[in-house]
């Protein structure tokens, strides 16, 4: 009987698979203080990586054409919606998997500094409303993020979800 129990303990690609699956949705407070910062910061290059190749570095209006009057916008739908899919998904992550306090840190404050230096480096030639609609899209960003966050944590079995003043909320 320990022979054959001895060949069912025996990893597998498919045990190994799973079990790198597992540890990836379980909380950010019980992982060793490497794996914690590094999950952190992959997230946070994550969020990055998803404004730079999304979002076109200079915002500035242009025109359509040689001469004419009429500006067009240089963003376009499907890279805000790509965007705005991936920091939600980040979000999620995130909040199922670390406290509430990391979320800004590592899925909102990435896309919003990236978008206020896009803002702050092409100035305009005529007067710009950027500091308003900056702050705007940062704090509508931020409320998206943590209320999906907050629908996440909901769904963790640790009994984290309830905010007692123990589980480090």
Known sequence: MNASSSLLNVPTP????????????????????????????LGAGA?????????????????????????????????????????????AYFGFRDRVRWILPVVAAPPAALLYASFATHKTLDASPWPVAWLVFVMAGSGVVLAVAGCARQFREDGAAGGSAGSGV
Do not use: C, Q
Request: without cysteine; charged residues 20%; proline residues 7%.
């Open 47 to 91: 969020g990055a990586a998803a404004y730079l190749l999304f979002i076109p570095w200079d915002l500035r209006n242009r025109v359509e054409t040689p001469g004419a009057i009429n500006e067009t916008s240089p963003v376009t739908d499907t890279g805000i919606t790509l965007l705005v899919v991936t920091v939600v998904a980040l979000a």
């Open 14 to 41: 498919r045990r190994n698979a799973l079990r790198l699956l597992r540890n990836a949705f379980r909380p950010l407070r019980g992982r060793p203080f490497a794996e914690r910062w590094a999950t952190r910061l």
